[in-house]
């Protein structure tokens, strides 16, 4: 069963950072490229950041550009999002979806979501 | 930034078709994404590229992309597509519609 499955997510102040994860199974991690996209409480879908299969090629929003990085690693089968420099409009559902392909971009559609982990920014 | 623009709310008698639209500038010549989310549910991909429909989906969805608009139809809406959908495309970066409620009635 292709799964993906979040982790990392909390209640965090104006200011510092936090590190989410993503578990990837059932399927080849390191053929297809992977996401991250947030739902803050109420509102709509927005992308956050996106990577390719091999890390060559990685995207962010205007939203989060130069505070939050994305990563993963291929051996352990796992996607990473660390975010400094949080703010209130942060706070949002961060899920970790799956790229329908994988080569040499990231621009795909995103075919498999995990459950989401709640990041909530606050004093 | 991409500006996708979909209605807030759509309504349909069931066995009725839905048509939700997603409107962009020269949306036709980008590829289009549709996701349903239903409440508490993390999105699922209905469409792709335009009109394919992934493994699992029932042939009662469809999409289609020209000019402006691109549209999804639900035929034979049933109580179980009640739910929030969402179109997406790739430009510089990502963009999301805004979402339409899909209420059955």
């Known amino acids: 069963e292709v799964q993906l499955v979040e982790s990392g997510g909390g209640l965090v102040q104006p200011g510092r950072s936090l590190r989410l994860s993503c578990a990837a199974s059932g399927f080849t991690f390191d053929d297809y490229a992977m996401h991250w996209v947030r739902q803050a409480p109420g509102k709509g879908l927005e992308w956050v950041s996106g990577i390719s299969w091999n890390s060559g090629s990685i995207g962010y929003a205007d939203s989060v550009k130069g505070r939050f990085t994305i990563s993963r690693d291929n051996a352990k089968n796992s996607l990473y999002l660390q975010m400094n420099s949080l703010r209130a409009e942060d706070t949002a559902l961060y899920y970790c979806a799956k790229g329908s392909y994988g080569s040499g971009s990231y621009k795909y559609a995103f075919d498999i979501w995990g459950q989401g982990t709640m990041v909530t920014v606050s004093s | 930034s991409y500006v996708l623009t979909q209605p807030p709310s759509v309504s349909v008698a069931p066995g009725k078709t839905a048509r939700i639209t997603c409107g962009g500038n020269?949306?036709?010549?980008?590829?289009v994404h549709w996701y349903q989310q239903k409440p508490g549910q993390a999105p699922v991909l209905v469409i792709y590229?335009?009109?394919d429909r992934p493994s699992g989906i029932p042939e009662r969805f469809s999409g289609s992309n020209s000019g402006n608009t691109a549209t999804l139809t639900i035929s034979r809406v049933e109580a179980g597509d009640e739910a929030d959908y969402y179109c997406q495309v790739w430009d510089s970066s990502s963009a999301f519609g805004g979402g339409t409620k899909l209420t059955v009635l």
């Open positions: 590229y335009d009109s």
């Open positions: 020269n949306i036709g010549s980008k590829s």
